[in-house]
C-alpha cells in the first residue's frame, strides 16, 4: 500500500522557534508538495519540488522554505514560527509525468504556535 | 486562471439518503482531469473518484458517482444510499495535463445524520 508518512501528528512550538516539519513517501514519487489547511480557506500550496533538490514557490511561501535532498523526503521548515502559521499542514505526493491519479497524502501535522 | 468552486459550504442529509454534491470550474485547457477527495475526521485525504475530461462516461466507484458536464464545467459528486461513515469533507479539485497542480475547491462540510 502507497505511503506518505508525516512524522508528527500534533505538534506545539513557541514563538520564534525554528520548527520541521517532515515529510517521507515510499513509492518513488517524483512529486512532492506541502499543503496548509485553514477552515474556510481550503487547502493552499506552499512549496512543492518535482525532483531532489529543486523546489519551487507556491501561493503562500513567505515564512516557509522547504528541503528535499532525497527523492523520497520533503521537509517544511518555518525559520521563526509565529502564531499565524498555527494550522493544519498536509503533505502529498505525486507519480511524475502522471497527474490522472491525483495526489497521494499524508495524515496531517496540526501545528500550533504559542 | 484556473479556479474551482464549491457553493455548497455544507450539507446534511438523513442516512440511507442521496446527497449531491456541486463543483463547477474554469479552465481554458482542452484535457485536464477531475476529482472527489474525501477528509473524514481522522484527516487522511482520500481519493474517492477521478474523471478524465476526454471521457464522456461518467465515472462511477460503489456508491460514488459523478455527473460530468463538460460543456457547462460543472462535476458534481452523487452519494446513493449515504452512510454515517460518508461525514466528511469533500474537495473537489482539477489538474491540467500540462502540469502537476492540482487546483483545489474550498470543500464541502457533509453530515449523514442516523
Known amino acids: 500500500d502507497v505511503k506518505v508518512t508525516q512524522s508528527s501528528r500534533y505538534l506545539v512550538k513557541r514563538t520564534g522557534e525554528k520548527v520541521f516539519l517532515e515529510c517521507v513517501q515510499d513509492m518513488d514519487h517524483e512529486n512532492m508538495f506541502w499543503y496548509r489547511q485553514d477552515p474556510g480557506l481550503g487547502l493552499r500550496l506552499i512549496y512543492f519540488?518535482?525532483?531532489?533538490?529543486?523546489?519551487e514557490k507556491g501561493d503562500i511561501p513567505e515564512g516557509y522554505s522547504v528541503s528535499r535532498e532525497k527523492k523520497e523526503r520533503f521537509s517544511l521548515i518555518l525559520e521563526s514560527a509565529s502564531t499565524n502559521q498555527t494550522s493544519m499542514y498536509l503533505c502529498?505526493?505525486?507519480?511524475?509525468?502522471?497527474?490522472?491519479?491525483?495526489?497521494?497524502f499524508g495524515s496531517g501535522t496540526r501545528l500550533t504556535v504559542v | 486562471a484556473q479556479t474551482v468552486t464549491q457553493s455548497q459550504p455544507e450539507m446534511s442529509v438523513q442516512e440511507a439518503e442521496t446527497v449531491t454534491l456541486s463543483c463547477t470550474y474554469d479552465?481554458?485547457?482542452?484535457?485536464?482531469?477531475l476529482f472527489w477527495y474525501k477528509q473524514p475526521p481522522s484527516r487522511q485525504m482520500i481519493l474517492v473518484i477521478r474523471q478524465e475530461a476526454y471521457k464522456q462516461q461518467n465515472a462511477t466507484e460503489n456508491r460514488f458517482s459523478v455527473n460530468f458536464q463538460k460543456a457547462a464545467k460543472s462535476f458534481s459528486l452523487k452519494i446513493s444510499d449515504s452512510q454515517l461513515g460518508d461525514t466528511a469533507m469533500y474537495f473537489c479539485?482539477?489538474?491540467?495535463?500540462?502540469?502537476?497542480?492540482?487546483?483545489w475547491g474550498a470543500g464541502t462540510k457533509l453530515i449523514i445524520k442516523p
Open positions: 519540488s518535482y525532483d531532489v533538490k529543486m523546489k
Open positions: 502529498a505526493s505525486s507519480l511524475g509525468g502522471n497527474v490522472n491519479y491525483g495526489y497521494t
Open positions: 479552465t481554458s485547457e482542452s484535457n485536464y482531469y
Open positions: 479539485a482539477q489538474v491540467m495535463d500540462s502540469n502537476y497542480q492540482l487546483i
